[in-house]
């Protein structure tokens, strides 16, 4: 006979069915890790199977693409491939394009694996070799996304670091403390009046972009710019930046509509839209509307710097103070000026800034 004090002990038939229970939570664990270990194999050697065609295809065509080892790793949430001494040439008649990097790490995750992420945690280099336009750039780092579906690619991203740009001599042109581009190859739009349906949606950023003065030996303005723009691109995009293939593009009606440029550099703001094709030497050429912010001290720097001459100067005075006017954010008064870009320079009004290059000659 027990006392009320004395502890009770649980049915055998309740320890048995708990620990049934905890041996079937077992069992399903252990069958998920071995499904999601087969899956995440399966997936790694579909990813392979992807690169490696796409190489082959590459090669196929004309270019010349090596690498060094390949790593798998990543698991169990990541899919990734690292590979070392990664070159790629592309070679276009007398026109070269050129990228190289000492490791490239493909990656995705298993429940994602048509987003692929790409990154180079050391140095990235690419050329554009032409008879006449000869550049290239270096990058400290560099990350990229490619959004792909069973037929196409839908997304691309490409974000560099400390970018320095050099010309044929190896002289620095330009330095830029970041690079981005966000596309999509697959817009969904109507097209515009003249027919002419929409291929490419763009967005490129630029932080702390500065020229040298190989670029251009005198600018009205100081330190670094910082920019950004989205546009759309009209037109089959061409397959090459040979000449025919741009000819072709501009006249099947090719243009780039420009829904927002921004650009800050002291000592001033300008916010503009507009539209750009290629002029008969394919260099760009296009007009837009511009809001401009700090345009008399910009006017003071281009007559001290021998770009304008005095009487202009005085007659760009007069016009901003008459059409400048107040905006609501309540910052400094702004005037709207046109932006062109003609026989190879960028102007705004009046004042020529940069040379702008032909695309390939």
């Not at 693409?65 to 007398?94: C, E, K, M, N």
């Not at 995705?108 to 032409?130: D, I, M």
């Not at 293939?245 to 650009?263: E, F, N």
């Not at 004042?351 to 702008?356: C, E, H």
Request: no cysteine.
């Amino acid at each position: 006979m027990s006392s009320a004090s004395d502890p009770v002990d649980p049915p055998q038939s309740d320890r048995r069915t708990g620990g049934f229970w905890v041996m079937i939570g077992f069992a399903i664990l252990a069958f998920l890790a071995i499904a999601w270990s087969i899956g995440w194999v399966l997936l790694s050697i579909n990813l392979r199977a992807s690169i490696d065609n796409w190489m082959d295809f590459r090669r196929a065509v004309g270019d010349r693409l090596t690498h060094g080892d390949r790593v798998l790793d990543g698991y169990p949430f990541q899919i990734r491939f690292s590979y070392a001494d990664v070159a790629w040439v592309r070679v276009d008649g007398d026109r070269r394009l050129i990228a190289s990097t000492d490791r490239l790490v493909v990656s995705a995750r298993p429940w994602r694996p048509f987003r692929l992420r790409l990154g180079s945690p050391g140095p990235v280099a690419a050329a554009w070799q032409a008879p006449s336009l000869d550049v290239s750039l270096t990058a400290t780092s560099a990350e990229g996304v490619v959004g792909t579906t069973p037929r196409a690619i839908d997304a691309l991203e490409l974000d560099l670091r400390e970018v320095v740009a050099a010309d044929r001599g190896r002289r620095v042109i330009a330095r830029a403390k970041r690079l981005a581009l966000d596309a999509d190859p697959t817009p969904a739009a109507a097209p515009d009046e003249t027919g002419v349906s929409t291929t490419l949606r763009v967005s490129l950023l630029a932080e702390a972009l500065e020229p040298t003065d190989i670029l251009t030996p005198r600018l009205p303005f100081e330190g670094p710019a910082d920019g950004r723009l989205k546009a759309v691109v009209r037109g089959p995009l061409p397959l090459s930046l040979d000449p025919a293939s741009l000819a072709l593009w501009r006249d099947s009606g090719g243009v780039i509509d420009v829904d927002h440029l921004g650009l800050s550099w002291r000592p001033m703001d300008l916010t503009a839209e507009g539209t750009l094709t290629l002029d008969g030497l394919m260099r760009p050429e296009g007009a837009a509307t511009a809001e401009i912010r700090g345009l008399p001290a910009m006017i003071d720097r281009a007559v001290s710097q021998g770009l304008l001459a005095e009487d202009m100067a005085t007659l760009l005075r007069l016009a901003t103070a008459a059409f400048s006017r107040t905006t609501g954010d309540g910052g400094a008064p702004a005037v709207r000026a046109p932006v062109t870009i003609q026989d190879g320079r960028l102007a705004v009004g009046p004042i020529k800034i940069l040379r702008v290059p032909s695309l390939v000659r």
